[in-house]
């Protein structure tokens, strides 16, 4: 079975970090691009990033582009997203999922407030 | 970046009765590759999105039969035969096509 897991949100002040966590199983997770996909409350999906399998490419939306950064371990089957400089819009529930949307996580909720 | 449209933002169903979610996209979604990247998700209230539709007309694993997505180029649309009571919720289409991938804005399906 399928697994995402993500793992790491929290209330965090604007300005502050935080390094979200996806560790996935049931699948070979190194032949698959990963993504980040989030989702403000009450409000629509925005997908943040991708990156290739082995992490060598990597692509974000503008609005983060500069402050996140996503990375991967295929040793240890985890997907990271490094959020820096964090501003109130940043609110959201962040998913980890496949780059083709097949596969997704449970969600965790990241706060930026003061 | 590819704006996409979904109308309605809201559909009322009956039970039983067919239903139908437009998807416009700002530009082609056809990919440099030749594939066409539009997929539709379904989302419950605290859950995930599930995806229900890849590469326009492509049912996922497990998903009925009477999900169906058709249309090509800039418009696209998904259709449900028959409303049963668990396809509540809100239905996104997304394009993966052009960087940044986007989303339209959704489309909640309830039962009149």
């Known amino acids: 079975e399928v697994q995402l897991v993500e793992s790491g949100g929290g209330l965090v002040q604007p300005g502050g970090s935080l390094r979200l966590s996806c560790a996935a199983s049931?699948?070979?997770?190194?032949?698959?691009?990963m993504s980040w996909v989030r989702q403000a409350p009450g409000k629509g999906l925005e997908w943040v990033a991708n990156?290739?399998?082995?992490?060598?490419?990597?692509y974000y939306v503008d609005s983060v582009k500069g402050r996140f950064t996503i990375s991967r371990d295929n040793a240890k089957n985890s997907l990271y997203l490094q959020m820096n400089s964090l501003r109130g819009e940043d609110t959201a529930v962040y998913y980890c999922?496949?780059?083709?949307?097949?596969?997704w996580g449970q969600g965790t909720m990241v706060t930026v407030s003061s | 970046d590819v704006v996409v449209t979904q109308s309605p933002l809201a559909l009322p169903v009956t039970l039983g009765q067919p239903a139908s979610i437009s998807c416009r996209s700002s530009?082609?979604?056809?990919?440099?590759?030749?594939?066409?990247?539009l997929n539709w998700f379904h989302q419950r209230p605290g859950q995930s999105p599930r995806r229900l539709i890849y590469?326009?007309?492509n049912r996922d694993s497990g998903v009925p039969d009477r999900f169906s997505g058709s249309g090509s180029d800039t418009d696209f649309t998904l259709r449900i035969s028959r409303v049963e009571a668990e396809d509540v919720g809100v239905y996104h289409c997304?394009?993966?096509?052009?960087?940044?991938?986007?989303f339209g804005q959704g489309t909640k399906v309830e039962i009149k």
């Open positions: 049931g699948f070979t997770f190194s032949g698959y691009w």
């Open positions: 590469q326009v007309s």
């Open positions: 530009q082609s979604l056809v990919s440099s590759d030749g594939n066409t990247y």
């Open positions: 997304m394009q993966g096509s052009h960087w940044p991938w986007t």
């Open positions: 999922a496949t780059r083709r949307g097949d596969f």
């Open positions: 990156t290739k399998f082995d992490g060598s490419e990597k």
